[in-house]
């Protein structure tokens, strides 16, 4: 099995942090070094996913506002926007 490239890093970590570290690796059954790569890698992980998230969720506004203003031009009246959203051409 080819190890992974490490560097090493010196950190200093207040107790109560390390303490919940040392509980998280208990739990886990990794190593000190190992729950914390973990957690970092999770941690950016997640952002990342919120940023995708958030990409994702301005493109969905901006559909269903282009969405909207096809449907209120067809019916030549505003339409309720929740219809709209709703993909209601008729407000049922």
Do not use: C, P, W
């Amino acid at each position: 099995m080819a190890e992974k490239e490490q560097e090493h890093l010196r950190i200093r970590l207040g107790a109560k942090l390390l303490k919940r570290i040392d509980a998280a690796r208990e739990r886990s059954g990794r190593t000190r070094t190992d729950e914390i790569e973990a957690r970092l890698i999770e941690s950016f992980t997640r952002l990342e996913m919120q940023e995708v998230a958030q990409i994702a969720a301005r493109e969905m506004i901006v559909e269903l506002e282009r969405r909207a203003r096809e449907l209120n031009a067809q019916k030549d009246q505003v339409v309720d926007f929740y219809d709209a959203l709703m993909g209601r051409k008729d407000g049922k």
